[in-house]
């Protein structure tokens, strides 16, 4: 970190700051310029907060020379990270391209089977279903609870497909404990609490952007999963919210993708079904993903999307989405072969 | 809501619709104009999900005609809601302001009992201190947790003044049993499984808007715990993100204020220390928030700014809230008298 | 246009209204409902102030049952419009790519000249390089003028390349008469004066969405052109104004190119270069556009970035193009082959 | 400015970039610290892009130690710039508040002497009314253009009322000589080349920020102005363009008055109707700006909302005006008699 001070700064409050740098652990360096005084931190300044020695009266500028966040940093970790699931099962990341489908709510066996053998004949390798819903309005449908995770597990020992479903209660953790991919919810993205109890188990954690996340912020997000113990994290790009809403409910933000892959070693899945909120969208987004770089999808499809008891406006039918996976694999393709 | 369709749109497919419309116990107008057909649905559209039926081929678009909250709506309740602490102990709402000031985490008995002292003599009615703190980043300061609650009792037992803190995990509400106003952070604004449990007590909660939250999400997250049973609401506008970055950390939207007085009840509170981040411009946004109406103030004082654990960039000093204070009484004055 | 009324209105104020509009040269049927009145307006309601009417006691909602911008409208032409540049030329649109490269400013023949030999031998069939500059500094480098106009027409008739650039002022647009593709810059995109000027021209005109531009006020501006005479409008995504500007200077909305081929049949090109602000990332997003549907790209390449009198930060070597260039007709023909 | 540059950097390039930098003229110091080598740059660095440097492989991060804007700048000139109209006349900043109000379009001579009379008895010091108006349709009402320009400089001759109207089209500067304020209204903001014409005049420019414009870029457009030679600026915050539109049509960000109160002398005048959009909306926001330390105010009165030709939504009545009037001034003499 290096603090530029205001020019004319007495050198007894020079001092005072140096003084109370070291008292955190910090060695500092005084560089005199013509004009000013510059001042170089070396060591662990993770814990020095940047906005208050910003505010000081004879600071002019704090420039962090290191990205806060450390375990999901590239530089720490140059290769891509790889995630399993179960033995024998799909892989995320280095390579290794998720596609995962399905619908935004488990709403019956039925249901959950009958797309389940659509998509998987269509090319997905991974099922999504929500079980726990997290609705703007109380008087929404909330989901099937715990009888929607026991569905989403018999679909997966029926097919082979690892599922990915969101936890949003920390209290409801322990039915968790088969699942594959365990979703945490743009809503949850900065709930410290689960993400820390999320670290202590060993299930891959597909982490979503939060609603208006920056970058830095899901990396720090990323940060607390893994500094609990937990190294198998996966982050979703999902649309931020920005001015335009006249034509989209977010706006997906695909430089996510390159910036994601040069700053984390972690694996980047695209979610273009919330990031656009409209099926019609959801195929060149799904394309442009792909060619951008992501290790994933994520495509809501739903069997009767006007029907659908949650976010029927962003489902494909299984036909739509067994149009669009083919086009996928031959972008990614298109996209690898010329590298 | 009014559902205008595309025209042209078949006969056939107006009655579809409209069955579909009908098995959700919704009345269906049927309106032909010149050019196009108009449904108006009459009943309970709570359950509808608007952006669905935006989505159908043959909709144009879809008009709703009432907010989507209920219970904090002042057409249902059009005098103010006036919420009280302990018997005896200062309201908030209706004409009763709450100046709310305090350290941002409580650190030490000494610095809590010291700060209170100031901030009492200088006018404030509430004292705020965080015992459990969200931080960006796992390394930092987290609060004293329940230590840190204990002291706030300990204040209040010796000052009079109700305690407005931060609840951060569900799992441990129970300690907060004693709060007089249990505040939910605009990372938890869309908590649901915590507000639902918030809604099970009759402590006063008060709500803070989201990092980007909409108005509407704030009041939709007010009716999960007015819904649940709670209605002693305080709204909280604590700035919001935007592009504008550079000189201030988030952007206070004041005109929040007299949208909310105008759609709510529910009394309305300003935190201009996190809605600026910067305590230089603390006094002139907490004056012109209480020119704009709001109920009350939350402010950051801290005895010693720039060592403290957290958020000393926005912090008062204790003389600086004692000047600010009294500024604060005289700007209601001129607003209500005039009125 | 749909407004719905309050619950209880009386019925002279209904008529009040009824009476206005139809002052506006406008039918409106009245359709009554159980709880609410709604009034359907037919005829041209472009002369109407939604958010007037909006705001009327009585009112309360106004659905706009048609979008406002009329000539770009794919309603009223639905096959695309291809745009032509000179007799042999190049032409965008309607399944024809438009690949523009070239730097920033043009600085010297030279470089022009050299530019230009490196690209066309890539692929590019445009060349792009600023004569007038806006920068956001009076201090900085504005740009060679007619002088860099002058150089563009030669580069143009040695290569054969039409040419892509900027027009700042109305007093100069006689300079560019010449001009195969005339760009208007996100800080133009609402200069009514302009726009109606380059009307009255035949030049093909390349409008970028403004800073923080809606996609339906870049269909407004291309609606000032066309109103006055000039179809040959190229709408241009650059990247809009977002919270998120830690890792990217613009956040490029990749969802407005399938938004804008279905809205227009005007053709639609991506600037990954402004989009972005970042060398590394123009190749993801290049690609993505590409998968996405746009109809062209523009790209920034310079000999020598660190160098470049303006925007060097985002720009190509020719090197990096050449190699970026094959990958997008790869991209682009993976998308084509499978639709 | 200070360039940090990457550990490990190779002194062969740390010199290459030096040589660079003092080809600029500046004085390049170099400071080696345990692990990492800053640069200090001394001299004019307004020439430089920093964004370039930020993107060079060796740069680590660049820290600006001066604001970019020179002649605005309050470390230049400490005193708060008054503007002056006409001799005798009203003037603004250094204590001078400008109470400007009129109706959003000159309509005809009754409306405008009507509108006059009544905001000057209730104490409005300047007299606004465009006669040019930018719409984003080109079907709307586009203004009276020079004939209203007449009238309100018969307007002025009768009440004595300095008058505020925008001009839009470069080539009407001529116009406008006997106009007391000219507006450059959002939309040009950035429009470089007519910001250079204003400063070649005397008359005070009201320089609104961009529809979507940060502190910074206000700022350097001023002093595109006043580096021209007109140092009479006025800066009005107008609202930006957020992710919030349901309730407001811009955020009016009233915290930008206390910043560029700090970082310029300008005086800052602050516009809640469209800022806010809504009239109800308009007399909160006012009292908050004359609170938060605003110079001025800008507010749209017509005698007749409903049916005026242009932003109706957001105007005063002349009673609602002359309501609210009292109490900015109150609220300023509160505000004012505790500092």
Chains 1, 2, 3, 4 share one sequence.
């Not at 060591?43 to 500028?61: F, K, Y």
């Not at 709930?191 to 299930?203: A, T």
């Not at 909120?277 to 060619?291: C, E, K, T, Y």
């Not at 494909?316 to 083919?326: G, H, I, N």
């Amino acid at each position: 970190m290096v603090v530029v001070l205001r020019p004319g700064t007495s050198q007894e409050k020079i001092e005072h700051l140096t003084r109370w740098l070291e008292e955190k652990q910090l060695i500092v360096r005084e560089y005199q310029g013509g004009e000013q005084c510059v001042l170089g931190l070396i060591g662990d300044t993770a814990g020095i907060d940047v906005d208050m020695i910003r505010s000081l009266d004879i600071v002019e500028s704090v420039s962090e020379t290191r990205e806060p966040f450390k375990a999901p940093n590239r530089a720490m970790h140059p290769d891509d990270t790889v995630i399993s699931t179960f033995p024998g099962g799909p892989k995320i990341g280095g390579g290794h391209f998720a596609l995962i489908a399905g619908p935004c709510s488990v709403e019956s066996r039925e249901q959950l089977f009958y797309i389940a053998d659509k998509i998987q004949a269509a090319g997905a390798n991974f099922i999504r279903g929500g079980a726990f819903k997290p609705r703007t309005s109380p008087y929404d449908f909330q989901g099937l609870g715990a009888e929607g995770l026991e569905l989403l597990l018999q679909v997966k020992k029926e097919t082979g497909l690892p599922i990915v479903t969101e936890l949003m209660d920390i209290r409801s953790i322990e039915l968790f404990q088969e699942v594959d991919v365990i979703q945490v919810g743009a809503r949850n993205t900065q709930n410290y609490d689960l993400l820390r109890e999320l670290g202590k188990l060993q299930n891959p954690i597909l982490l979503k952007r939060g609603l208006a996340g920056t970058i830095k912020e899901l990396l720090m997000s990323a940060e607390y999963i893994m500094a609990s113990g937990n190294e198998n994290v996966i982050l979703c790009e999902r649309g931020i919210r920005t001015y335009e809403s006249a034509y989209t409910r977010n706006t997906l933000d695909l430089s996510a993708v390159p910036v994601l892959k040069n700053l984390t070693h972690l694996p980047v899945v695209v979610d273009p079904s919330h990031g656009t909120g409209r099926a019609d969208l959801v195929p060149a987004m799904a394309l442009a993903a792909a060619a951008a770089g992501a290790d994933g999808l994520m495509i809501e499809v739903h069997n009767d999307p006007p029907r659908a008891l949650s976010d029927g406006a962003q489902s494909l039918t299984p036909e739509q989405f067994a149009e669009l996976a083919p086009k996928i694999f031959k972008v990614r393709e298109a996209v690898q072969t010329c590298k």
